[in-house]
């Protein structure tokens, strides 16, 4: 009967095992973004690769996931007052020119045969530069300097703009000047060159541009963590939105891959974001190292099988992609509750 | 990125990306519902009735 209303529907077009099984890994997926605050699309494309759906289908509903994965996320950072639409839209406009501009430049570099060599000394350049710029601000400071998620709960009023954000701010003030969440002055002349830039770094590059966003939001127009992270997530619902719209037009995203995924995930997501709040990231990110390890060698297992005609490798590669992930998830469920019972119990015998 | 890659009007493509935005939006408020309904509850599951025994 579920069966028949799931296949005879029209609209999902997945059996109920593969459902089953896609809600499970978004769960599992939504528990690992909830709690790093990241790690989702790159093992949902590899498992949907291996599970043999087309590239197109692989990527596109990968994408996708990650679309409707950013909304949810939009929505949870929009509650808390940490999203900037301002200055996403002005980021939005200016990266969209400068990703243009980027790959303009791309090709005319391709046709003087010098394009290889200037991307990957641009890719040294930047990776090393940004890494730089982090490390040293976590030094210099109490150690929570990076970027990552746990500073989203942050708040804004303790945010300290870093020295190179104040400096700009005080040099540049060509008007328009716009005022930014966590009561940030700054020329909209700024946020522009800063979209422009990371946006044709994003073009040249050909990467998704959230690494290079971040820091530069955060470094060099001096928006609070937490509004970085928030508005950056808005960014990722348009350009995901979009890619998933044009991977859409070509067949590419399968709905009965996306919908059961993000009925998972976003409960998955809430698990792990509350987990947070209980167990010490730090100690289950070595966990998070290995799993992507893991990750990488299932792929090339997979891979070899395929290339082989191996149905126990291909078989092999799945089980490892999944189980690693699942270990990692079902670590972080049991530390928190094993943490949550402890101090509940370290709390009845002091007030005993 | 898709750059200045402009996509043409796909109706069905429309409705698909419009479909998976409404799933986000309802699995978010609802989710949200049921987390503070059933929140408290599952909290004490988890963590054994020993306050309740008390």
Do not use: C, N
């Not at chain 1, 509903?61 to 950072?77: N, R």
């Not at chain 1, 998972?264 to 010490?280: E, N, Q, Y």
């Not at chain 2, 043409?8 to 309802?26: F, N, R, S, Y």
Request: aromatic share 8%; no cysteine; charged share 15%.
């Amino acid at each position: 009967m579920l069966g028949s209303v799931l296949e005879g529907g029209g609209v999902l077009g997945t059996s109920p095992e593969m459902l089953a099984l896609f809600v499970g890994f978004g769960l599992v997926v939504g528990v690992l973004f909830g709690f790093f605050g990241m790690g989702g699309s790159f093992l949902v494309t590899p498992a949907l690769l291996m599970l043999e759906y087309p590239a197109p289908v692989a990527v596109g509903s990968g994408m996708a996931f990650v679309f409707g994965t950013a909304v949810i996320a939009t929505l949870k950072h929009h509650d808390l007052g940490q999203v900037d639409y301002k200055l996403g839209v002005i980021m939005i406009t200016g990266t969209t020119i400068g990703i243009e501009a980027g790959r303009t430049t791309v090709y005319y570099l391709e046709s003087l045969g010098l394009a290889g060599g200037i991307i990957s000394v641009a890719y040294v350049v930047l990776l090393g530069g940004v890494g730089a710029m982090v490390t040293r601000d976590a030094l210099d400071g109490d150690g929570d300097g990076g970027v990552d998620h746990e500073a989203a709960d942050q708040d804004l009023s303790e945010y300290e703009i870093p020295e190179i954000a104040k400096t700009i701010q005080e040099t540049v003030r060509i008007p328009p000047m716009v005022t930014l969440r966590g009561d940030v002055r700054v020329s909209a002349w700024v946020i522009t060159a800063v979209a422009f830039a990371t946006g044709l770094l994003s073009g040249f590059l050909g990467v998704g541009g959230g690494f290079i966003r971040m820091p530069a939001m955060i470094y060099a127009i001096g928006v609070p963590v937490p509004v970085a992270v928030g508005t950056d997530l808005f960014e990722i619902v348009f350009s995901g939105g979009l890619g998933s719209y044009l991977y859409g037009q070509g067949g590419g995203v399968d709905l009965g891959i996306v919908a059961p995924l993000l009925f998972g995930s976003a409960l998955g997501a809430r698990i792990g974001s509350a987990a947070t709040a209980v167990v010490d990231a730090d100690g289950i990110k070595i966990y998070f190292g290995g799993m992507l390890l893991i990750g990488a060698i299932a792929v090339g297992i997979g891979e070899v099988g395929s290339y082989l005609g191996s149905p126990t490798l291909e078989l092999l590669g799945l089980v490892l992609v999944i189980g690693a992930a699942v270990v990692v998830a079902l670590a972080i469920v049991y530390t928190t509750v094993s943490s949550l019972r402890e101090t509940r119990r370290q709390g009845t015998t002091a007030a005993d | 990125m898709a750059g200045l890659a402009v996509p043409t009007w796909d109706p069905e493509t429309a409705v698909l990306i419009g479909t998976i935005l409404l799933e986000a939006i309802v699995l978010y408020v609802g989710y949200g519902g049921l987390e503070r309904l059933l929140g408290p509850y599952l909290m004490k599951l988890l963590l054994g009735g020993e306050s309740d025994a008390r």
